[in-house]
């Protein structure tokens, strides 16, 4: 086994730099490209601090809907709808990566997770681990043996065997504890009533949604403040649990590139790179840097 793919979850970054840098820079139309500026800056960054030998980059494609909203139509629903200026910036964000030779994971109908999920299933296959680049705690579900995430921002990274200390939960769990807790990020409902602390309580004693499903009955009786009123509740909501699993639960099956491979990165693209410095007004330092990354 060689060194781990790194598997980029670039919506994250992008967002981020979205919300954080200021909307000084504009392209050479003038529309703003604040969100590429930072969202390079990360990446060169990355790049120069790890130059792996295998990397992919995986955006969410559709920013507005994919095919969790044709299981549940409010999957999302609580987020503005991305505006234009945005939509143009991931798409320059996706020229960097292609430029410098980064494969890129994008799909109209499938979110970047379970880009990440698919392809680090692709390369566990081929014989190697991956390093999911991401702070987002629904990635963890993925982790297995030398697996690893890596909150970049934050410098901090875990194992399968580091889920529960960081979540209460296990990494195979984490789908399930969703389930139960719901997420508010996503608008997923979960079970009302349900927090982080019972649902991790109710997984560690029974292991799974399902065998809590399975031997509700014994819920009332656990050591565990309002066990009746929490069997009530999942008893009443228990389709809600299973839909807000299913949501939850990255689809490990997404379709990928077909000339993907292990993620291995090419050669930059010179005249591709000098082109993208002209048209979103890139200055010296970092023209210098997407040259020699």
Known sequence: MSGPVHLVDASLYVFRAWHSMPPEFEDRDGWPVNAVHGFTRFLLELLERQRPARIAVAFDES????FRNEIYPAYKANREPAPEELKRQFAHCQRVCRALGLPVLADGRYEADDLI???LGQVRRAGHAGLI??????????LDADDEQWDYARNERWRADGVKARYGVHAHQVADYLGLT??????????????PKTAATLLGHFGSLDEIYQRLDEV???RLRGSAQHAARLREHRDIALLSRRLATI????????DLGTAERRAPDAAALDALCEDLRFGPMTRRRLMSA
């Open 63 to 66: 920013l507005d809907t994919n």
């Open 117 to 119: 999920g698919s392809a």
């Open 133 to 142: 680049i991401s702070a987002d705690k629904d990635l963890s579900q993925l």
């Open 182 to 195: 719901g997420d508010a990020i996503d608008n997923i409902p979960g079970v009302p009533g349900i927090g």
């Open 220 to 222: 009332p009786y656990l």
């Open 251 to 258: 689809d490990v099956a997404a379709p990928l590139p077909p």
